[in-house]
C-alpha cells in the first residue's frame, strides 16, 4: 500500500513535471517574444520620431530661408525707400541751401526785407521832396529880393573844372547880374555870399547858384556854399551836360527843359538830396539854374542805419550800389566805393546792373567758395527816386535753417513710422524688424535716432567705428551690410514636444556664413522613464552673390540621453 502510494506521487510529480515543461517553454518563450516586442516598438517609437524630428528640421530649413530673405529684402528696401524719401532728401537739400521749396520762401523773406526798406525810402524821399521844395522857395525869395536875374556886359575868365572828370577847362563868360549889379564872385567861407548864405541860414542844407556855359547846357557853379576838399567855396566847378557814361545828366536835361528837378544828384564830391530850378533870362532862354541840397549821409542816416544793420541769415547783409555797379552804402565801410562785381567775382551777379526795375524783386544765386559748398546769392530792387539798387546778400543754408529744422523734424518721424511698422510675422506673433534705426552725418554724428518706438534725445558719434569708417567709403547707391545682431523665435512646435530658435542678420556682405544651432528636445512616452533625447542641429546659411540666403551645410544630430529632465526652450549657442 505504500509503496502504491509512493510510485503513485512519483507518476504525479512526473506527469505534473512533464506537463509544466511546455507550459515553461511556451511561457519563456511567450515572455521573450513580448519582451523582444516592447524593444522593437520602442525602437520603432524612437525611429519614427527621429525621423520626424528630421523632417520638421528639413521643413524649418526652408522655412529659415524663406524668413532670411525676406528680412534680407526688407532691410535692403526699408533701407532704399529711407534714402530716397522726401523727407531725407528735402532735409539734405535744405542743409545744404539747395532746396527749392525751403529757398523760395527764404526768397520771399528776403524780399520782404527789401520790401520794408523800400517803404522807408519812399517815405523818406516823399518827406525829403517836401523839405526840398519848401527850402527851394526860400531860395527863390532870396533871389527875388535881391532882384532880376541877368547878364551883364562884363565878362569874367574861367579856369573851370568838370566836377566828374576833374577836367579842367579856359571859358570866357558875362558876368552874371543881380538887381543889375554883377554878382561877386567868392571863393571864401570868410566873406558871405548873397543869397545862397542866407538860404542856408534860414532851412539849412546848400545853395548854389549856376550859370549856363554854353549851347549844350553845361552848367558852372558862380556862388555856392558847398566846399571843395580843400575847405574853399567850389565856384568854378561846373555840372557837365553829358555825364562820364556819355548819358544826358538828367538834372541839366530837365533844367533845358525848363523843369524842376527833385531827386538825388552828385554834388562836386558827394551824394545830395536836391532840388533844382531853372533860371530864364527876358528872353525866356535858360541862362542858370538855382540849386538847394543837403547831403544824402545826413537827409538819409536813418535809411542807411537800417541798410547797415539789417542781416541776412548769419553772414548775409543788405547794402546799396549805383547802375554803375558802385557800392555807396555797406555795413563795413571799406566797402563802399568799391564794385559789386569786383567783390562777387560772379558773372551772374552782371544781372544786378542790367535787370533793374523799380517794384520788382529779382535773385541770382551762384556758389561762392571754390569748393561749392556755400551756395550764396543775391536779390536786388531798384528805387528810382534815388538810382539805388537795393541789394540783399547771403547764403541760402542760413536762411534754410527754419526750413532745415522743419525738415529735420519730418525726417526723423518719417524715421520713426518706419522702425514702428516695420515688423516680422512668426506662428501668428509679431516682432519688430529693427530695435534701432539711425541716421548719421558724413562725420558718423548721429542727427536721428529711433529706438524702441521713441526718438532719441541723448545723440552720439559712429566716428572711428569700423563699420562706420566702411561705409564712408561707399559711392552713392552702394549698400553696406553690417554685422548688427539679432534673435528671431521661430516658434516651432512639435507636437507640444519641443521649440526653435535662430538668430537672423550677421550678414555683411556675399559669402559670409551665419551658422545657426538648434537644440530640439523631444520627450519620450512615459514607459521611457521620463528620457529626454536632446538633437543638436547644426545648420549654416550664408549669402550669395546676390545677397540670397542658401543652405551650405546640414550636420546630422548628436543624440544624447538625459534622465528625469523636464524638456524646456533652449536659446541658440553658437
Given at each position: 500500500m505504500g509503496?502504491?502510494?509512493s510510485?503513485?506521487?512519483?507518476?504525479v510529480?512526473?506527469?505534473?513535471?512533464?506537463a509544466s515543461?511546455p507550459?515553461?517553454?511556451v511561457?519563456?518563450?511567450?515572455?521573450w517574444?513580448?519582451s523582444r516586442?516592447?524593444?522593437?516598438m520602442?525602437?520603432?517609437?524612437?525611429?519614427?520620431?527621429?525621423?520626424?524630428?528630421?523632417?520638421?528640421i528639413?521643413v524649418?530649413?526652408?522655412t529659415d530661408?524663406?524668413?532670411v530673405?525676406?528680412?534680407?529684402?526688407n532691410?535692403?528696401?526699408d533701407t532704399?525707400t529711407?534714402?530716397?524719401?522726401a523727407p531725407?532728401?528735402?532735409?539734405?537739400a535744405a542743409k545744404?541751401g539747395?532746396?527749392?521749396?525751403?529757398?523760395?520762401?527764404?526768397?520771399?523773406q528776403?524780399e520782404?526785407?527789401?520790401?520794408g526798406?523800400v517803404r522807408s525810402?519812399?517815405?523818406q524821399?516823399?518827406?525829403?521832396k517836401?523839405?526840398?521844395?519848401?527850402?527851394?522857395k526860400?531860395?527863390e525869395?532870396?533871389?527875388a529880393?535881391?532882384?532880376?536875374?541877368?547878364?551883364?556886359?562884363?565878362?569874367h575868365s574861367w579856369?573851370?573844372?568838370?566836377?566828374?572828370?576833374?577836367?579842367?577847362l579856359?571859358?570866357?563868360?558875362?558876368?552874371?547880374?543881380?538887381?543889375?549889379k554883377?554878382?561877386?564872385?567868392?571863393t571864401?567861407?570868410?566873406?558871405?555870399?548873397?543869397?545862397?548864405d542866407?538860404t542856408?541860414?534860414?532851412v539849412?542844407?546848400?545853395c548854389?547858384?549856376?550859370q549856363r556855359?554854353?549851347?549844350?547846357g553845361?552848367?558852372?557853379?558862380?556862388g555856392?556854399n558847398?566846399?571843395?576838399?580843400d575847405?574853399?567855396?567850389?565856384?568854378?566847378?561846373?555840372?557837365p551836360?553829358?555825364n562820364?557814361d556819355?548819358?544826358?545828366?538828367p538834372?541839366?536835361a530837365?533844367?533845358?527843359r525848363?523843369?524842376?528837378?527833385v531827386?538825388?544828384a552828385?554834388v562836386?564830391?558827394?551824394?545830395?538830396?536836391?532840388?533844382y530850378?531853372p533860371?530864364?533870362?527876358?528872353?525866356g532862354?535858360?541862362?542858370?539854374?538855382?540849386?538847394?541840397g543837403?547831403?544824402?549821409?545826413?537827409?538819409?542816416?536813418?535809411?542807411?542805419?537800417m541798410v547797415?544793420t539789417?542781416?541776412i541769415g548769419?553772414?548775409g547783409c543788405?547794402f546799396?550800389?549805383d547802375?554803375?555797379?558802385v557800392i555807396l552804402?555797406h555795413?563795413e565801410a571799406e566797402?563802399v566805393?568799391k564794385s559789386?562785381?569786383?567783390?562777387f567775382?560772379q558773372?551772374a551777379?552782371?544781372d544786378v546792373?542790367n535787370?533793374k526795375?523799380?517794384?520788382?524783386?529779382?535773385?541770382?544765386a551762384f556758389?561762392?567758395d571754390?569748393?561749392?559748398s556755400?551756395?550764396?546769392?543775391?536779390t536786388?530792387?531798384y528805387f528810382?527816386e534815388?538810382?539805388?539798387i537795393?541789394?540783399a546778400?547771403g547764403?541760402?543754408e542760413?536762411l534754410s535753417k527754419?526750413g532745415?529744422?522743419?525738415?529735420?523734424?519730418l525726417?526723423?518721424?518719417d524715421?520713426?513710422k518706419?522702425?514702428?511698422?516695420?515688423?516680422?510675422?512668426?506662428?501668428g506673433?509679431?516682432?519688430p524688424?529693427y530695435n534701432q534705426?539711425?541716421f548719421l552725418?558724413?562725420?558718423?554724428?548721429?542727427?536721428?535716432?529711433?529706438?524702441?518706438?521713441v526718438?532719441?534725445t541723448e545723440?552720439?558719434?559712429r566716428a572711428?567705428?569700423k563699420?562706420?569708417?566702411?561705409?564712408a567709403?561707399l559711392?552713392?547707391?552702394?549698400k553696406w551690410?553690417?554685422s548688427a545682431?539679432?534673435?528671431?523665435?521661430?516658434?516651432i512646435?512639435?507636437?507640444?514636444?519641443?521649440?526653435s530658435?535662430v538668430?537672423?542678420g550677421r550678414m555683411?556682405?556675399?559669402g559670409?556664413?551665419e551658422?545657426?544651432?538648434?537644440?530640439?528636445?523631444?520627450?519620450?512616452?512615459?514607459?521611457?522613464?521620463?528620457t529626454?533625447?536632446?538633437?543638436?542641429?547644426?545648420?549654416v546659411?550664408?549669402?550669395?552673390?546676390?545677397?540670397n540666403?542658401?543652405?551650405?551645410e546640414?550636420?546630422s544630430?548628436?543624440?544624447?540621453?538625459?534622465?528625469?529632465?523636464?524638456p524646456?526652450?533652449?536659446v541658440p549657442?553658437?
Open positions: 509503496k502504491h502510494k510510485m503513485l506521487w512519483r507518476m510529480t512526473v506527469n505534473v513535471v512533464a515543461i507550459l515553461l517553454i511561457g519563456g518563450l511567450a515572455l517574444a513580448f516586442f516592447g524593444d522593437e520602442s525602437f520603432f517609437t524612437s525611429k519614427t520620431l527621429e525621423d520626424q524630428v528630421f523632417r520638421e528639413r524649418g530649413l526652408n530661408i524663406n524668413i530673405d525676406t528680412l534680407v529684402n532691410v535692403k528696401n532704399l529711407l534714402a530716397s524719401s531725407l532728401q528735402n532735409y539734405l545744404t539747395q532746396s527749392k521749396l525751403w529757398n523760395k520762401i527764404a526768397e520771399r528776403v520782404t526785407t527789401l520790401e526798406i525810402c519812399v517815405n524821399q516823399a518827406m525829403e517836401s523839405t526840398l521844395t519848401k527850402n527851394l526860400v531860395a525869395r532870396m533871389l529880393e535881391a532882384g532880376a536875374v541877368g547878364l551883364s556886359n562884363d565878362t579856369d573851370v573844372v568838370n566836377q566828374f572828370s576833374k577836367a579842367k579856359s571859358v570866357t563868360l558875362p558876368v552874371l547880374s543881380l538887381g543889375g554883377p554878382f561877386s564872385l567868392n571864401s567861407f570868410e566873406t558871405p555870399t548873397p543869397v545862397v542866407e542856408s541860414a534860414v539849412g542844407g546848400v548854389t547858384l549856376f556855359m554854353n549851347d549844350a553845361d552848367m558852372l557853379r558862380v555856392t558847398v566846399k571843395k576838399e575847405g574853399a567855396r567850389a565856384i568854378g566847378t561846373f555840372i551836360a553829358m562820364p556819355g548819358n544826358p545828366n538834372v541839366v530837365a533844367i533845358m525848363k523843369e524842376t528837378f531827386g538825388r552828385f562836386v564830391n558827394a551824394w545830395y538830396v536836391t532840388a530850378k533860371l530864364v533870362g527876358g528872353d532862354n535858360v541862362i542858370g539854374m538855382l540849386f538847394v543837403i547831403k544824402e549821409q545826413e537827409a538819409n542816416a536813418n535809411i542807411m542805419s547797415k539789417t542781416k548769419d553772414t543788405v546799396v550800389v547802375p554803375q555797379g552804402v555795413p566797402m566805393g559789386i562785381l569786383a567783390v567775382k558773372a551777379v552782371k546792373l535787370q526795375e523799380a517794384g520788382k524783386f529779382k535773385t541770382v556758389e561762392r571754390n569748393d561749392g556755400r551756395s550764396q546769392f543775391v536786388w530792387t528810382p534815388w538810382n539805388w537795393i541789394c546778400a547764403c541760402w542760413e527754419e532745415f529744422e522743419n525738415a529735420k523734424l525726417l526723423a518721424e524715421i520713426l518706419k522702425q514702428s511698422v516695420s515688423e516680422m510675422v512668426f506662428d506673433k509679431r516682432y524688424c534705426i539711425r552725418d558724413a562725420t558718423g554724428a548721429e542727427i536721428v535716432v529711433a529706438k524702441d518706438g526718438l532719441a545723440l552720439g558719434t572711428g567705428v563699420w562706420f569708417e566702411d561705409v567709403k559711392k552713392a547707391g552702394e551690410y553690417s545682431h539679432g534673435l528671431v523665435d521661430l516658434g512646435d512639435f507636437n507640444g514636444r519641443h521649440r530658435a538668430p537672423i555683411a556682405a556675399p559670409d556664413i551658422a545657426v544651432r538648434i537644440r530640439l528636445m523631444t520627450e519620450y512616452p512615459a514607459n521611457a522613464a521620463n529626454v533625447k536632446v538633437l543638436d542641429v547644426i545648420r546659411i550664408a549669402l550669395d552673390e546676390d545677397y540666403p542658401k543652405i551650405v546640414f550636420k544630430p548628436q543624440k544624447a540621453t538625459l534622465k528625469n529632465k523636464t524646456e526652450f533652449i549657442v553658437e
